[in-house]
């Protein structure tokens, strides 16, 4: 770095962002925040780990990304206490690289593990700031995850997310369910926790023309859009599948299954042992491009999301995705879902594959109801749920920690225009101031 980028470096604030379940900017939620920190004038670092093909270092977008060689795929208790141990050491190793080339001014730690406190509580001696980003409450995920959670785990982990929040400066919470458990649990302050939604930028991920091939032939098309893990139910769709092709007779729908995870080669197996590898499209890991193409062509999507502690407190990505391009929801009734698409969605009884291809089968049916609850969705996200309206919530936490004024003011591009003209002015003024798939 030559000392004009030394000098442009300590001129503006410095926020470190830990994030360990996803490679950034492969995580979109993350991927946003970084852009709309720098967008606002901060200078921004990741330290997340290696997607395939990545290299350990890169600049994308002015913000600096370190990676790490990810764990292998860890089961049980176990094999879930070593990743945390060895990603926490990982983090460690390229926090002194971080801090090396230009001072960290505050950390964002995004979840799961509730263990980076450990971390960023030495530092807040130093002035430094932790903002802790709660993207799954633990404890339920625990609960939603294991057949049968024990008890002393379940302790530990509410501990681990109690002495989080008691270290945190400033929680930022997905969403208002995700707050209460903050006020209520971490018994934080009420102006101590933001809540910045997760939403899709509207002016960005919008619907374009179908492309019918990738309907293989079929009338309808159905699209599941995200990770593949025990708790997110993707097995339904599958059933779902076999339930309408094979049992009611419907040779006139296609099914989609963009992303990866966990499960994925199970999922593979069901699909072959059920008989369905002609009416299921396996894509692996999904693009902009692709989910653009996928979503525009798609009849229905799917948030087959089974109800249990985690999910039902949950905002599913994927759910505002496909609100965003117009397409109608078909989702098991659950709090938080019912909170984002409202009537968007039609909600099956939690947890009944039968249920779920009724409501699928009814919306297949029904040209008309579709159009106009993609209208809906849309019109709903844009007005409240996009990631325009949280950016200016999220910058203005940075902002208020650091004493900067913050403008309320979104522009028609989705850059936070309020957030960045205050951010310009107070990079002037203090001379010592300092992401998806």
């Given at each position: ?37 720098v ?11 290696r997607?395939?093909?990545?290299p ?19 089961k049980?208790?176990?094999g ?32 799961p ?10 530092l ?35 501990l ?11 929680v930022?919470?997905?969403n208002d369910?995700?707050?209460q ?32 091939e ?135 009884r ?33 007005e ?12 203005g ?41």
């Open positions: 770095m030559d000392v004009g980028s030394l000098t442009e470096s300590r001129a503006m604030r410095h926020v470190l962002i830990i994030v360990q379940n996803l490679p950034v900017p492969l995580d979109r939620r993350v991927w946003m925040e970084c852009l709309a920190l967008d606002a004038g901060y200078r921004v670092s990741v330290i997340c780990p997607g395939e093909g990545d350990d270092f890169e600049v994308l977008e002015r913000v600096h990304i370190h990676k790490y060689d990810p764990p292998p795929p860890s049980g208790i176990k879930f206490a070593w990743e945390f141990a060895y990603c926490l050491a990982q983090t460690v190793r390229l926090m002194r690289r971080v801090g090396r080339v230009a001072p960290i001014d505050a950390i964002q730690a995004c979840n593990p509730d263990t980076f406190f450990l971390l960023a509580a030495p807040k001696l130093r002035g430094v700031r932790f903002i802790f980003d709660q993207h799954d409450l633990c404890p339920e995920l625990y609960e939603s995850r294991f057949e049968r959670p024990r008890r002393i785990v379940h302790r530990l982990l509410t681990l997310e109690w002495a989080t929040y008691r270290t945190a400066d400033h930022i919470s997905t369910s995700f707050r458990v903050a006020l209520r649990r971490g018994r934080r302050r009420s102006q101590d926790v933001t809540v910045v939604r997760s939403g899709p930028k509207a002016a960005v991920m919008v619907r374009g023309e179908p492309e019918p990738l309907r293989m032939g079929r009338a309808h098309l159905c699209v599941y859009l995200g990770v593949m893990g025990p708790q997110d139910g993707v097995d339904v769709v599958i059933r779902l599948a076999d339930e309408l092709v094979h049992r009611r007779g419907r040779s006139d729908v296609h099914f989609a299954l963009l992303g990866f995870g966990d499960c994925y080669d199970s999922l593979r197996a069901l699909t072959t042992e059920l008989g369905l590898e002609d009416h299921i499209t396996f894509t692996g890991r999904a693009d902009d491009m692709m989910i653009k193409r996928y979503l525009s062509t798609a009849n229905v999507g799917l948030s087959p999301d089974p109800k249990n502690p985690m999910n039902d407190l949950s905002t599913m990505n994927k759910t505002l995705e496909y609100m965003a391009h117009e397409l109608p929801v078909a989702a098991f009734d659950l709090h938080e879902t019912r909170v984002s698409a409202g009537g968007a969605a039609v909600y099956a939690p947890n009944e594959v039968l249920s779920f291809a009724d409501a699928v089968e009814a919306l297949l049916d029904d040209p008309v109801r579709r159009e106009q609850m993609g209208r809906s969705g849309r019109k709903r996200l844009e409240s749920l996009s990631w325009e309206n949280s950016a200016v919530d999220y910058v936490v940075y902002n208020r920690i650091f004493g900067r004024a913050t403008g309320r003011t979104v522009c028609s591009g989705g850059a936070v225009s309020g957030a960045r003209q205050a951010a310009s002015g107070a990079a002037a003024a203090e001379p010592g101031s300092s992401g998806r798939p």
